[in-house]
């Protein structure tokens, strides 16, 4: 039998989930043993990945083709270390408090890498590392937050589908139709399935 082939995107988005400890936000923060989450696991929630040539993304044929299929009409850069970002501390603490967009959040990781935390079904955070080449689609509805790894720098491309709207909501938001059709499109729909299954 042949070995399965490995997941390309595997090497530029990896996830598992998190332990509990408060120590600094930049650590892996792996539980022990390790436990790993599959991509297809986090497709289940709703985060999408893609593995594209971050040395060419002015040309690269696919990131179009994904801008076009998905109406990323908008697109700028966003680098992220001390140098670089005004007021940085506080902003890397305003992106690390938990929160939601009413829009989907895409960041296509050009250099460097960074960790992207999402919850699970039951509240548990996930870290998604994002590196060079990695691009990830946050849905709308979920929540998250973002931090930079150890070593301190990312350079990611945001794209939009129109004017950008970076507005973030702090948990509780779960008020929002963005929150209430992501719990009904990623959350239930997995609860009823149980329940049927339960019940055959």
């Given at each position: 039998?042949?070995?399965?082939?490995?997941?390309?995107?595997?090497?530029?988005?990896?996830?598992?989930?998190?332990?509990?400890?408060?120590?600094?936000?930049?650590?892996?923060?792996?539980?022990?043993?390790?436990?790993?989450?599959?991509?297809?696991?986090?497709?289940?929630?709703?985060?999408?990945?893609?593995?594209?040539?971050?040395?060419?993304y002015e040309t690269d044929e696919e990131l179009k083709k994904i801008r076009e299929d998905r109406g990323y009409s908008y697109m700028d850069f966003c680098e992220v270390c001390p140098e670089k970002l005004p007021n940085y501390e506080e902003k890397i603490k305003n992106f690390f408090e938990e929160h939601l967009h009413t829009d989907e959040e895409i960041r296509y990781c050009v250099a460097g890498s960074g960790y992207f935390d999402v919850r699970d079904r039951n509240?548990?955070?996930?870290?998604?590392?994002?590196?060079?080449?990695?691009?990830?689609?946050?849905?709308?509805?979920?929540?998250?937050?973002?931090?930079?790894?150890?070593?301190?720098?990312?350079?990611?491309?945001?794209?939009?589908?129109?004017?950008p709207i970076w507005t973030p909501f702090n948990r509780p938001h779960d008020h929002l139709p963005a929150r209430k059709e992501y719990i009904k499109a990623f959350v239930e729909k997995e609860v009823g399935d149980h329940a049927v299954d339960a019940a055959a």
């Amino acid at each position: 039998m042949g070995v399965p082939e490995k997941d390309p995107r595997e090497e530029v988005v990896q996830a598992w989930y998190m332990d509990d400890s408060d120590d600094d936000q930049r650590l892996p923060h792996h539980r022990e043993p390790k436990e790993f989450v599959s991509l297809d696991q986090l497709t289940e929630l709703g985060v999408l990945s893609w593995r594209l040539d971050a040395d060419n993304y002015e040309t690269d044929e696919e990131l179009k083709k994904i801008r076009e299929d998905r109406g990323y009409s908008y697109m700028d850069f966003c680098e992220v270390c001390p140098e670089k970002l005004p007021n940085y501390e506080e902003k890397i603490k305003n992106f690390f408090e938990e929160h939601l967009h009413t829009d989907e959040e895409i960041r296509y990781c050009v250099a460097g890498s960074g960790y992207f935390d999402v919850r699970d079904r039951n509240d548990k955070w996930i870290r998604v590392w994002v590196k060079k080449g990695g691009m990830i689609v946050l849905p709308a509805g979920i929540y998250h937050r973002f931090t930079l790894d150890t070593e301190n720098y990312i350079k990611a491309l945001r794209l939009f589908v129109g004017d950008p709207i970076w507005t973030p909501f702090n948990r509780p938001h779960d008020h929002l139709p963005a929150r209430k059709e992501y719990i009904k499109a990623f959350v239930e729909k997995e609860v009823g399935d149980h329940a049927v299954d339960a019940a055959a």
